[in-house]
């Protein structure tokens, strides 16, 4: 997945790490991404990091920040 090529180099400590994590795979659903190869995956990793390396922690708020400042949501059915 992409966001773990970019936290393999980064220096954030296992809080962030996981903070990351979970906020990635959030993202994902929210969106719809189903394959791992999809383009955005890189856009929504590069993003959820950008939001926690500015000092957010909080999983859900990170997502949000991230998909919102891509402008990305999986449109209603």
């Known amino acids: 997945m992409a966001i773990y090529k970019l936290i393999a ?8 790490i996981e903070i990351m ?22 856009l929504i990793a590069k993003a959820i990091v950008s939001v926690t390396a500015s000092g957010e922690r909080n999983p859900k708020e990170v997502m949000e920040r991230a998909l919102n400042a891509l402008g990305v949501r999986r449109s209603a059915a």
Not at 9 to 16: D, K, M, R
Not at 21 to 42: F, H, M, Q, R, W
């Open 9 to 16: 180099n980064g220096s954030f400590g296992p809080a962030e």
């Open 21 to 42: 994590k979970v906020a990635y795979e959030a993202a994902l659903v929210d969106v719809g991404v189903t394959s791992p190869n999809d383009p955005i995956t890189d």
